[in-house]
C-alpha cells in the first residue's frame, strides 16, 4: 500500500546512530544519506528521515508507530537491544503477542525523537 514513510527530527546525526543501530539486525541500512535526510531500507527506500523545525510532538495516547518487518525472532531481540542501547526507550520487551495472533513476536520502542517503532516476525 505505501512506498514509503517520512518522518522529521530535530537532531539528524543522533536519529542516524539510533536507526543505523536498531534497522541493521533486521536486514535495513541507510541507502542514502545527505545533510537533511536519511534513506533507509533494504533493496529501495522505504524510510526517509529528515531535519525539521517542528517534528510531530510524541504522543504515546495516539496509537500511531511504525513496524518493521525482522526476519527471524533472534533479529527482533537485536533490535530491542540496540535500540535501547542507542537512547531508545523500552515500550514492550521482545515476546510473543498471542492477542495479535498465534505466532506474532515482536518487540517495542519509543526512538530518541519519541516516535514509537516495533519489530514483528511472524511464523
Request: hydrophobic residues 40%; aromatic residues 12%.
Amino acid at each position: 500500500m505505501f512506498d514509503h514513510v517520512s518522518i522529521g527530527v530535530r537532531d539528524l546525526s543522533r536519529a542516524k546512530r539510533f536507526y543505523d543501530a536498531a534497522l541493521r539486525p533486521l536486514g535495513y541500512v541507510c541507502l542514502s544519506e545527505n545533510a537533511d535526510a536519511l534513506g533507509y531500507g533494504r533493496d529501495k527506500i522505504g524510510l526517509w528521515i529528515s531535519t525539521a523545525a517542528r517534528p510531530v510532538p510524541s504522543d504515546t495516547a495516539s496509537n500511531l508507530h511504525f513496524c518493521f518487518t525482522a526476519p527471524t525472532r533472534e533479529a527482533v531481540d537485536a533490535f530491542h537491544v540496540a535500540a535501547l542501547s542507542t537512547g531508545g526507550a523500552d515500550n514492550g520487551a521482545p515476546g510473543l503477542r498471542p492477542d495479535y495472533g498465534t505466532d506474532y513476536y515482536a518487540a517495542f520502542v519509543v526512538d530518541t525523537d519519541g516516535y514509537r517503532i516495533e519489530a514483528y516476525c511472524g511464523g
